[in-house]
């Protein structure tokens, strides 16, 4: 069974930092690439960054470029998003995605359950 289960959210005042992480089992994890997803209170999803099974390629959205940085260890089963300079924008649930090919996100086929960011103005 494929789970993945985020961790690191709370609540962090603007400027602050956060580390999301996203544990991963039931599949082998170094042959797909995997995403970071979050959806604002309220609003519908947002692909945030997205990275492919080696590594080697990286993706983020316009909102979040420059300020967070997405990693992976594939001896650990575990995606990692370093959050900075957050702004009140970027409190949203988010979600850790595998997709369903090894280079790119066409599609997600597991999501995790979420983990919560707020950031105070």
């Known amino acids: 069974e494929v789970q993945l289960v985020e961790s690191g959210g709370g609540l962090v005042q603007a400027g602050g930092s956060l580390r999301l992480s996203c544990g991963a089992s039931?599949?082998?994890?170094?042959?797909?690439?995997m995403s970071w997803v979050r959806q604002a209170p309220g609003k519908g999803l947002e692909w945030v960054s997205f990275m492919n099974s080696g590594g080697g390629r990286i993706s983020y959205a316009d909102s979040v470029k420059g300020r967070f940085t997405i990693s992976r260890d594939n001896a650990k089963n575990t995606l990692t998003l370093q959050m900075s300079s957050l702004k009140p924008e970027d409190t949203a649930e988010y979600y850790c995605?595998?997709?369903?090919?090894?280079?790119?996100?066409?599609?997600?086929?597991?999501w995790g359950k979420g983990t919560l960011v707020t950031v105070s103005s």
């Open positions: 995605a595998k997709c369903s090919n090894y280079n790119w996100c066409y599609a997600v086929d597991y």
């Open positions: 039931g599949f082998i994890f170094s042959s797909y690439a």
